[in-house]
């Protein structure tokens, strides 16, 4: 029987779960996902980056923020002939969802909102899914995006409440669990996790995961990023993470919530194969593919093709129809209840 999903996690039960020895949580994961994802794929989801650049917000990680000199290029937005010709591209590589990144304090209104929503509904009629991260959004917004068949919003807490302000001090949690809020009464599935190497305490990651686990529904996805250090910002210079600690956080992830895609996502450059093959054991079953994430390379695609076949571990089709896909009812929830 696949496990139920529970909304009702305590802290101390999560703190529990991560203590536990590394090949014992693993072994409980790799049940429940086996239980709740027989077929075993992995989602390739492709990254574009549709505005960058120029961000107002003070993010410490972010290589995209005004104030740090980093070197990346502004872009406006892209035109929608240009998105259009990214998505072809990468449903022929193998995605199944196509992810557009927008350096925006706020999603902004005006004409480029509405360019927004064209480019949505261009990437569902490929037969894509359709995932956006454009910043902070108001309801009346979440709700034409729902309308244009937004699959998924990525909006991520990044890290525990408690060290979020040692991190970013333009906004605070409390606005981000806001934009959340919205994108859920809109029905939009919600894509929402965080990032490991900020210099956090376990006790951070342990909040972080206690924050997801409580959301009803729980996020549709779950990116994990590590770090990737970029010169010019605060974290550069901040040394790379155990990867078993990536292991950790995607075992108690699956345990959490076992219907959620759990995404490897930034900072898999310096995982070796076997890191790789122990994360989708542990409950990963989605990962950022193709050449570029927003601005930093990823990893070769080449590279994941060899290693998915070498794993025996299929690829998730993209949805059956173009345009069905994620998007629900406002207020129905993600999964079959127990
Ligand atoms: N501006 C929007 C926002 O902040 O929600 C969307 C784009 S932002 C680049 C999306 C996410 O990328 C961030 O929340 C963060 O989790 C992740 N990210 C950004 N820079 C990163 C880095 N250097 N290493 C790892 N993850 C990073
Ligand atoms: C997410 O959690 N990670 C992605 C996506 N959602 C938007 C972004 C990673 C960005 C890594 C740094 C860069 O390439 O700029
Ligand atoms: Fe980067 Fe998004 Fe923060 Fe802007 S809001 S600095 S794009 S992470």
Not at 98 to 120: E, I, S, T
Not at 270 to 298: E, K, M, Q, V, Y
């Amino acid at each position: 029987m696949p496990p139920r999903d529970r909304h009702d996690w305590t802290r101390e039960e999560v703190a529990a779960l991560w203590a536990r020895p590394l090949l014992d949580l693993v072994f409980d994961a790799a049940t429940v996902h086996r239980a709740r994802w027989p077929r075993k794929d992995v989602q390739r989801a492709t990254l574009l980056s549709v505005k960058t650049g120029g961000c107002a917000e003070d993010c410490g990680y972010c290589p995209q923020a005004s104030r740090y000199a980093t070197g990346v290029e502004r872009q406006a937005l892209l035109p929608l002939d240009a998105v259009k010709a990214a998505a072809a591209q990468a449903k022929a590589e193998g995605a199944s969802r196509f992810c557009m990144g927008g350096a925006w304090r706020d999603v902004p209104d005006g004409p480029a909102f509405d360019r927004l929503l064209d480019m949505v509904k261009a990437v569902r009629d490929l037969g894509l899914e359709a995932c956006l991260t454009a910043g902070m959004l108001r309801r009346d917004q979440a709700d034409r995006l729902a309308e244009a068949g937004l699959s998924a919003y990525n909006h991520n807490l990044d890290t525990g409440e408690a060290y979020y302000d040692r991190v970013i001090s333009t906004r605070t949690y409390a606005d981000r669990l806001a934009t959340l809020d919205h994108v859920r009464d809109a029905g939009i599935p919600v894509c929402c996790g965080g990032i490991l190497g900020l210099g956090e305490a376990e006790g951070d990651r342990i909040d972080l995961l206690h924050r997801l686990a409580t959301f009803t529904p729980h996020p549709e996805s779950v990116p994990i990023n590590l770090l990737v250090p970029v010169e010019g910002t605060p974290m550069a210079g901040r040394p790379n993470v155990d990867p078993f600690d990536l292991v950790r956080a995607v075992a108690v992830a699956r345990l959490l919530m076992p219907s959620a895609r759990i995404r490897l996502s930034a900072g898999r450059r310096d995982l070796s194969d076997g890191d790789h093959a122990l994360c989708f054991l542990a409950g990963a079953n989605s990962i950022f593919a193709g050449d570029r994430l927003l601005t930093t390379p990823n990893v070769d695609g080449d590279r994941d093709d060899a290693l998915l076949a070498r794993l025996g571990l299929a690829s998730a089709p993209p949805p059956a129809e173009p345009g069905a896909g994620a998007t629900r009812a406002a207020g129905t929830p993600a999964c079959p209840a127990p």
